[in-house]
């Protein structure tokens, strides 16, 4: 665990970032009116307190900020984690995406004191999931879990490149954020025969332990996720699908229309979701804490246990 002791901005790229000890961090794109922030990898910066306290130490008076840093943070040594890596800070996901960076011969701490530790200790993710991150916030790993996931979404639209896809992106975000490793987001059209085969592709040849899907599972013509899901299914497991309608229904009554369903094929699992981010959010949100030891007894890696 690491506490944020800095949130740094900077209005326009080449000036010095400033601690303004809260902000809001938005998804895909970085903090709020940062110069830095966009749709590319670099979108927060993050720097070793703990390194640049022994900077200081050194005899530079350096500014919260002074080395680009959105996230000055005491207790991680950012450098000895793997690219990929996530970070959590209350509501905040960030994926780790770089680590060190070529510094500029102009960089104002290298021309005063000779030297500048961001090209490497500091680090670069991308915002997974927003929120607000404030001075004295706790920072955490998301551990691995150990287990492959992939998404697969159904939409005709969306496999045509005529809309934006959105819930494949919810569903691998919320996998991430349980310590799922997310290998791949496919997007199919609503055809029963593709869906099936992807099923049992992602199954059979990449060898992930889960699929969530997304979309298809409602009563219009093309709507078919279920029944690929069936075929690709060696075993029913009509639990989840119930607590997931029953949870939804909480949230609106429409819930009661959806052919979701659940299944085992080999030591995987296949789940169902709405076509909705927002209820792919939902969704995932309510079954993870459960979903863990269905996980483990499925793939094997656990066995199973009465209550007392």
């Keep these: 665990m690491g506490i944020v002791r800095a949130v740094c901005i900077s209005e326009e790229k080449g000036t010095a970032k400033r601690d303004i000890g809260s902000c809001r961090l938005i998804e895909d ?4 009116n940062d110069a ?27 500014e919260d900020g002074a080395f680009g840093e959105n996230l000055l943070v005491e207790g991680f040594d950012f450098k000895s984690y793997p690219i990929g890596t996530i970070f959590k800070c209350g509501d905040v996901l960030l994926e780790m995406t770089q680590i060190g960076k070529k510094c500029h011969q102009e960089c104002a701490i290298r021309q005063m004191v000779g030297d500048c ?7 670069f993710a991308v915002v997974l999931k927003g929120g607000v991150i404030s001075n004295g916030d706790e920072l955490t790993v998301v551990e691995p879990n150990g287990y492959k996931a992939a998404v697969l979404v159904s ?27 997310v290998t791949e987001t496919v997007i199919v059209p609503d055809e029963e025969d593709q869906i099936y085969s992807e099923l049992v592709r992602l199954i059979d040849e990449t060898k992930v332990d889960l699929v969530i ?16 899901t069936l075929r690709a299914g060696d075993k029913n497991v009509p639990g989840i699908a119930e607590a997931i309608r029953y949870n939804s ?5 429409r819930a009661m229309l959806s052919r979701a369903v659940s299944v085992i094929r080999k030591n995987s699992l296949i789940i169902n979701l709405p076509g909705s981010p927002k209820a ?29």
């Design 29 to 32: 794109w970085g903090l709020e």
């Design 36 to 62: 830095h922030a966009g749709k590319w990898h670099r979108q927060v910066s993050l720097l070793s307190y703990d390194e640049v306290e022994k900077f200081r130490a050194r005899g530079a008076q350096v």
């Design 117 to 123: 530790i961001m090209p490497r200790e500091g680090v």
């Design 155 to 181: 939409s005709d639209k969306g496999s045509r490149g005529e809309r934006e896809d959105k819930s494949g992106p919810a569903a691998a975000r919320e996998l991430k954020a349980a310590g799922y490793e």
């Design 213 to 228: 899907t997304s979309g298809g599972t409602g009563l219009s013509n093309r709507d078919c996720t279920p029944e690929a």
């Design 249 to 253: 229904l909480q949230i609106t009554p």
């Design 280 to 308: 792919v959010t939902e969704c995932l949100e309510y079954i993870m804490p459960t979903l863990g030891h269905g996980m483990g007894i499925v793939t094997g890696r656990e066995s199973e246990c009465a209550r007392k």
